[in-house]
């Protein structure tokens, strides 16, 4: 879990009731930390061109596609590559990482999951992301900064603790781990091979991997960007999903983006222990020969 060198929790977050509620900071603590030297914000959205448009001050740019993924293999980056990057960066292990973005911190969720891989820890999310600061009318610039490179030394990519493989889906299911499939519920059921209003982007089939459970990723969240509450988020996983932090958990969507929301939401503001996302998700299991499927609604 992230440590606690930058700031104990905020008392607006710890009213939310999480279990880990210094994982979060507020658009209002961010504003009056931006000029921390020990602090860098990384913005990652989904519209890789957002970030051009205006940014929040000081903060850079982390490229999705290009930055977090391997440009040949359908993989991340190599423990060189990421320590080129968080070189670049300017950051090592002393620096406190803020992540945001669009979309409701969707890919500001899925680099922060990446950092997760190769163990960097001190990383929060800004709670209600870009949606929340814009609306504030908080400032916004086009100015890109410079940082001083580091020496950070990475850690070798460790992908058991967080990451689900293929075979390790196969073996979850015949142990009857719980799924959750964080896609649209025309997705989950079969009737569309993408999300709503996005093009069709390589899967075969349509359906769900047999006895997941379908909870949008997007329900987390409020209609300001922020997380809700943690009894509203338990309502959702627990009482209605019948969910429990006891459980291994299996998070998918189509490529790994979006369930990685919902694998920090379940983490961290759940307190679960054992939660891994599926980041090949339906782009390879509803492309895989004799991989099992199921179609229709959720009961």
Not at 143 to 158: F, L
Not at 290 to 299: C, H, N, Q, S
Request: charge should be negative; glycine fraction near 8%; aromatic fraction near 12%.
């Amino acid at each position: 879990m992230p440590n606690a060198t930058a700031t104990a929790p905020d008392p607006t977050i710890a009213a939310k009731g999480y279990v880990h509620p210094e994982v979060l900071v507020t658009t209002e603590w961010l504003a009056a930390h931006l000029t921390d030297p020990s602090l860098r914000v990384i913005e990652s959205d989904e519209d890789v061109l957002l970030y051009d448009t205006g940014h929040i001050p000081g903060a850079q740019k982390v490229d999705w596609h290009q930055d977090l993924n391997d440009s040949v293999i359908r993989d991340y980056l190599s423990r060189e590559q990421f320590q080129v990057l968080l070189r670049r960066l300017g950051i090592d292990d002393s620096t406190t990482v803020i992540f945001y973005g669009d979309k409701n911190n969707w890919w500001a969720a899925y680099a922060f999951w990446v950092f997760q891989l190769f163990g960097f820890t001190n990383a929060r999310l800004l709670d209600g992301g870009r949606l929340k600061w814009e609306a504030e009318h908080r400032p916004l610039t086009t100015d890109v900064p410079t940082r001083a490179p580091t020496q950070y030394a990475a850690k070798a990519r460790e992908d058991s603790r967080i990451r689900a493989f293929f075979a390790d889906v196969r073996s979850h299911l015949g142990q009857k781990g719980k799924l959750v499939d964080v896609r649209s519920p025309q997705e989950f059921s079969g009737e569309r091979t993408h999300m709503p209003e996005y093009p069709q982007e390589g899967t075969l089939r349509g359906g769900h991997i047999p006895s997941a459970r379908s909870v949008p990723w997007a329900r987390a969240a409020n209609p300001d960007g922020t997380f809700r509450p943690a009894s509203e988020l338990r309502a959702i996983y627990e009482t209605e999903q019948g969910l429990a932090p006891k459980d291994a958990i299996i998070a998918y969507c189509r490529i790994g983006e979006r369930s990685s929301h919902t694998w920090f939401v379940l983490t961290y503001l759940l307190g679960y222990p054992n939660v891994r996302n599926y980041d090949g998700s339906w782009t390879e299991w509803g492309n895989a020969v004799r991989a099992p499927i199921e179609k229709g609604a959720t009961a």
